[in-house]
């Protein structure tokens, strides 16, 4: 799979459109619709700036069938769903967790 694919599919995942990618990942909408439209491969601080925005390391950007694969589904559903959070429902989440020992 290659990485425009890999975009793809972590786009559907979410549920997200290119413009929600390019708000959470701080690049322009115009540059990540551009990788599509001239069937070129993005950059490295781009695809860094979408793991980011993703919730993924770029390691797991590139492993086939994802990391996650060995987890519980419920597991699995967590991760899924924590990668679609903002930055303050992730502290909200973390604090809560916390909260809960």
């Known amino acids: 799979m290659d990485a425009k694919e890999r975009i793809s599919q972590l786009l559907r995942e979410r549920g997200w459109s290119i413009y929600e990618l390019a708000k959470r990942s701080g690049l322009s909408s115009t540059t990540i619709a551009n990788m599509y439209k001239r069937n070129t491969q993005p950059t490295i601080p781009s695809l860094e700036a979408m793991c980011r925005a993703f919730g993924i390391t770029m390691s797991q950007f590139f492993l086939e069938g994802g990391e996650t694969d060995a987890l519980p589904e419920e597991q699995q559903e967590l991760l899924r769903r924590w990668a ?18």
């Open 84 to 101: 679609t959070l903002s930055t303050e429902q992730k502290e909200l989440v973390l604090a809560l967790m916390r909260n809960m020992r």
